[in-house]
């Protein structure tokens, strides 16, 4: 069964950091597309970034560009979401989505992919 479990969210300062950690478990880790979303509340789901295992590319929203770097370890079956320069706008629900096998990639339009699986999420806030 495959799983993804967020962490790493919490309270921090306009200017701060904060890194999630997405651990991902019941697949084979060398084959896979890796989104982040966030979601406000009263706000439409958005994507913030991609990175696939077989081409290591990575995407990322242009609200988070410059701020935001998504890496994967694959010993530790994780991807990372680093957050800098974190602002009040950025607060939001995060979450993780994946697809695995049968060449996943991610592409321009990851934020419109159908993904199969998804965590349950991690708070972020920033206050101002």
């Known amino acids: 069964e495959v799983q993804l479990v967020e962490s790493g969210g919490g309270l921090v300062q306009a200017g701060g950091s904060l890194r999630l950690s997405c651990a991902a478990s019941?697949?084979?880790?060398?084959?896979?597309?890796i989104a982040w979303f966030r979601q406000a509340p009263g706000k439409e789901r958005e994507g913030v970034s991609c990175?696939?295992?077989?081409?290591?590319?990575?995407y990322y929203a242009d609200s988070v560009k410059g701020r935001f770097t998504i890496s994967s370890d694959n010993a530790k079956n994780t991807v990372y979401l680093q957050m800098t320069s974190l602002r009040p706008e950025d607060t939001a629900v995060y979450f993780c989505?994946?697809?695995?096998?049968?060449?996943?990639?991610?592409?321009?339009?990851?934020?419109?992919?159908?993904?199969?699986?998804w965590g349950q999420g991690t708070q972020v806030s920033v206050s101002s």
């Open positions: 019941g697949f084979t880790f060398d084959d896979y597309a």
């Open positions: 990175i696939s295992s077989a081409d290591r590319m990575t």
């Open positions: 989505a994946a697809n695995v096998g049968g060449g996943s990639y991610c592409t321009g339009n990851y934020y419109r992919s159908v993904y199969d699986y």
